[in-house]
């Protein structure tokens, strides 16, 4: 799996990141006994700071 990770800066003291995790939206099964376990599918973040 990969991740990717971005980061911005948009005018002095205001940051962006945006992050993305499965990037390539892969899914792997993990069998445990009599159950499977499925991994998170692609989830995408972002977020907006602003620090005074």
């Known amino acids: ?3 990717a990770a971005f980061n911005y800066q948009i005018a002095k003291d205001t ?5 993305v995790s499965n ?3 892969e899914q792997h ?7 499977d376990y499925y ?6 973040t972002a977020k907006l ?3 005074w």
Request: charge should be negative.
């Open 15 to 19: 940051d962006l990141a945006v992050n």
């Open 49 to 51: 700071s602003y620090s």
């Open 1 to 3: 799996m990969f991740d």
């Open 39 to 44: 991994n998170p599918g692609r989830e995408l």
């Open 29 to 35: 099964v993990v069998g445990s006994g009599t159950a």
């Open 23 to 25: 990037l390539l939206d």
